[in-house]
């Protein structure tokens, strides 16, 4: 009530300091100019304080359908003296005198909506209270009880919309919406056998080269000693022995007799101690 009084003062004063303004225009132009700056000066502090005074209201128009739902959807019971003695008479389930001092706190705090909501869950269906309850507890921003109230009031035969908050007005739209009927089932044919792949010829999943191939292959050939097995170390020199044998070697069966056999053995073997 205030921040109204407040609000008619301070553009009352504006409009007036406009108003001498625009006269000592008119009648003084030549002498008017330090009068024009001192309206100026009260023009400026004057708009200020029509801003503050004003720029609740303003900013609850612009954000109220956003922050609604946050900063007065949801409320917290003050406990005063009044609020105490309701909450104890719904504890003790008196039901005709929890209902009649939610009335007077109602009075007492329209701003509040807990005795709204407590008046409303305990008064009789179809009466008179009810109805003021519900439509009490409509102006708030809570969805639940906003619901709550539209209920009660359509078996009264009264409809309380539009809401000033659009989101409440759209869940009190969806609940006249008409649900859908299930659509049939669409009977699909079953789905051709999908066409065989062709094979591509350049693609080898694995070697498939013979081993002899793959041994003749410069790249996949290991180092031949690595693979040959090491002779042991005590195994006696062939190539000694042989040139050993050759003074006293006998002849086998079917060779020379023993003395042209025993000097071609000794010239070959000379033979071959020279080469090595």
């Known amino acids: 009530m205030i921040l109204i009084a407040l609000r008619i003062v301070f553009g009352a004063a504006l409009a007036y300091a406009f108003s001498n303004v625009w006269q000592n225009e008119q009648s003084a132009p030549q002498t008017g100019d330090l009068a024009n700056a001192f309206y100026l000066a009260v023009c400026v502090i004057l708009a200020i304080a029509n801003a503050v005074v004003w720029a609740p209201y303003f900013g609850d128009r612009v954000s109220g359908p956003l922050t609604g739902m946050m900063t007065r959807g949801t409320y917290a019971d003050r406990k005063h003296l ?73 078996h009264h035969g009264i409809d309380p919309r539009p809401h ?61 000693g690595a693979e040959e097995p090491s002779a042991p170390a005590d195994a006696p020199n062939v190539e000694s022995i042989e040139i050993e044998q050759g003074h006293g070697e006998l002849s086998g069966a079917g060779e020379t007799p023993a003395g042209a056999g025993e000097d071609k053995t000794r010239f070959g073997g000379r033979i071959r101690a020279l080469f090595r």
């Open 82 to 154: 009044l609020l105490r003695l309701i909450h104890w008479l719904e504890r003790h389930r008196l039901r005709r005198l929890t209902r009649w001092f939610c009335f007077l706190e109602g009075v007492h705090h329209p701003d509040r909506p807990a005795a709204f909501v407590i008046g409303l869950q305990h008064a009789a269906k179809g009466s008179w209270l009810e109805k003021v309850y519900a439509l009490a507890l409509f102006r708030f921003d809570n969805a639940r009880n906003c619901l709550l109230a539209y209920e009660t009031l359509k």
């Open 164 to 224: 000033h908050n659009p989101e409440v007005n759209m869940l009190l739209v969806s609940l006249e919406r008409e649900v859908r009927p299930e659509p049939e089932p669409v009977v699909v044919p079953p789905a051709l056998p999908a066409p065989a792949l062709k094979r591509d010829p350049r693609i080898k999943l694995f070697d498939m080269d013979e081993p002899a191939a793959a041994d003749m292959d410069p790249a996949r050939r290991t180092d031949a």
